[in-house]
């Protein structure tokens, strides 16, 4: 979650193909359809575009990065701002191209814009063969089976029945850093978000579920696993004997005595969540890393109390002080929205100075974009030039306090967990506990490879990234 200019959730994003593992479900007789999946926003949305993946492979399918040469495109799509909403639409306008030329091609749309607008999507895009909601997706084998029967079905009801429970178990090779989704949805409702609707009510998994995932992933060489969910803090889940129910911290100690699983962090979390058991696993759990992405939004009382925060910006300052006593080296991130309907330079003042107090690691900034269907949404909307010169202001404040952060780390000494090769001939990157990413260069005596934990020394900081050398 590091690069400044970066929106979290995370920009577009392709699925790359990245195993065989689904090959291998497709009778070998029986050539491979191909399956392009393009992610928007979350990383939930990348967990899902995996699961949908895997769900198709059962039906023969195996990825492709290149669109043009799919039977079928699947858009894993974002409604958090109007913008990468919009951004599906341009997308299946290049897609209905596409079509005209392989009239066989099966275009599908899926997440959270899926599930805000259902039918609406085919009216606007006819070309489109199915449409399926966040909390539906197990069900796409079906629905790619109806597609070739002629219908165009959309699927975007919240089912009774829980999708977890009818994937196939987790297939793919897995990387080194896993995301699994440990909970869903949001009942919180700030007045400027679509979560709650789109992704509906706060939902946990069971814990037994979720470690018995996580030991799959530590079998397949997972190594790092980043909890998810949309207000992850919340996690309520049954504990391994139905009899109770476990909180994100119990969650995090259990899941720490897999062998094999080195790494454990969480995202996103809602400050009100943050209980006393979660920070202080902070300060005792080695395996939880000491990175933590709490979105605080606005600094200003009045318009946190417009946002329907539940939380003011002195109650959010006392919480940094408690996790930094438990963990003074934890750095932290954050979500701000400026131009929310109804700030004065005053109010936008006093985020710059929570910002100042805080210091933040890396930092996530956005101009509020009015989302159809929440409180906020009919409320006037303050002039653009003040919010993209208030937005500068931000994000130059968050920028200088990143570029810090990096420059602390020359002459650290970190581990790193080894994701890939870089650029360089034996040159690798990985990620440091802080969640910065790291150039290593492996010597003749220390190779290196996907899944290694290397300790290095930091010898140089760039704008998003570290330099390092092993020791
Ligand atoms: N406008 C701008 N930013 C938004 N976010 C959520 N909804 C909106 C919106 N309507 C931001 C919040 C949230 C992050 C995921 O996206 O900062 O924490
Ligand atoms: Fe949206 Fe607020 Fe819930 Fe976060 S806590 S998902 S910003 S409603």
């Excluded at 609406?120 to 089976?145: C, F, K, T, W």
């Excluded at 492996?442 to 290397?454: C, F, I, M, Q, S």
């Amino acid at each position: 979650m590091s690069p400044k200019t970066t929106p979290s959730p995370m920009p577009a994003h392709e699925l790359a193909p990245q195993s065989d593992a689904v090959a291998s479900e497709a009778p070998a007789t029986v050539p491979a359809k191909k399956l392009h999946i393009k992610t928007f926003g979350c990383q939930m949305n990348v967990y899902d575009s995996e699961r949908m993946a895997e769900a198709m492979g059962t039906e023969g399918y195996v990825l492709t990065d290149d669109a043009a040469d799919a039977d079928m495109v699947l858009l894993n799509t974002c409604h958090i701002r109007e913008k990468a909403a919009e951004k599906v639409y341009s997308d299946l306008g290049r897609l209905r191209v596409l079509k005209e030329a392989k009239p066989s091609l099966t275009i599908g749309v899926a997440g959270c814009v899926a599930q805000a607008e259902g039918a609406e999507i085919r009216r606007r895009m006819p070309s489109v063969d199915l449409v399926v909601g966040s909390q539906n997706y197990h069900r796409l084998p079906a629905m790619v089976r109806a597609v070739a029967r002629g219908e165009r079905p959309v699927d975007t009801e919240f089912p009774v029945e829980d999708k977890f429970e009818h994937l196939p178990e987790r297939p793919m090779a897995a990387r080194p850093a896993a995301f699994l989704t440990v909970q869903e949805g949001c009942d919180k409702f700030c007045a400027f978000c679509v979560v709650p609707y789109t992704r509906g009510a706060e939902v946990s998994r069971p814990a037994g579920r979720i470690l018995s995932e996580a030991r799959k992933l530590v079998e397949r060489g997972v190594r790092e696993v980043t909890l998810l969910g949309q207000n992850v803090n919340g996690y309520h889940g049954a504990d391994p004997s139905g009899t109770a129910h476990w909180s994100l911290a119990q969650l995090v100690r259990a899941l720490a005595e897999i062998d094999g699983l080195a790494r454990i962090r969480y995202t996103t979390s809602h400050p009100n969540d943050m209980t006393e058991d979660l920070i202080a696993a902070h300060g005792e759990e080695p395996k939880l890393m000491p990175y933590l992405h709490l979105p605080v939004q606005s600094g200003s009382d009045r318009i946190l109390k417009l946002m329907n925060r539940k939380h003011t910006a002195e109650s959010y300052l006392h919480l940094i002080e408690r996790i930094r006593a438990a963990r003074p080296d934890i750095m932290l991130s954050g979500d701000f929205i400026v131009g929310f309907p109804g700030e004065t330079d005053e109010d936008f003042e006093a985020t710059l100075n929570l910002v100042r107090q805080v210091n933040y690691g890396s930092a996530y900034t956005f101009k509020y974009s009015a989302r159809p269907g929440t409180p906020a949404a009919d409320r006037p909307l303050i002039a653009d030039h003040i919010v993209e010169a208030r937005l500068q202001a931000l994000k130059d404040l968050t920028n200088a306090q990143q570029d810090a952060g990096l420059a602390s780390m020359v002459g650290r000494e970190l581990s790193v967990l080894i994701e890939k090769r870089g650029r360089n001939e034996g040159q690798w990157v990985g990620k440091s506990d802080y969640l910065h990413a790291v150039h290593v260069r492996e010597t003749d005596d220390r190779p290196l490879g996907a899944g290694v934990l290397a300790r290095v020394r930091v010898t140089q900081a760039q704008a998003n990234s570290l330099t390092a050398e092993l020791v």
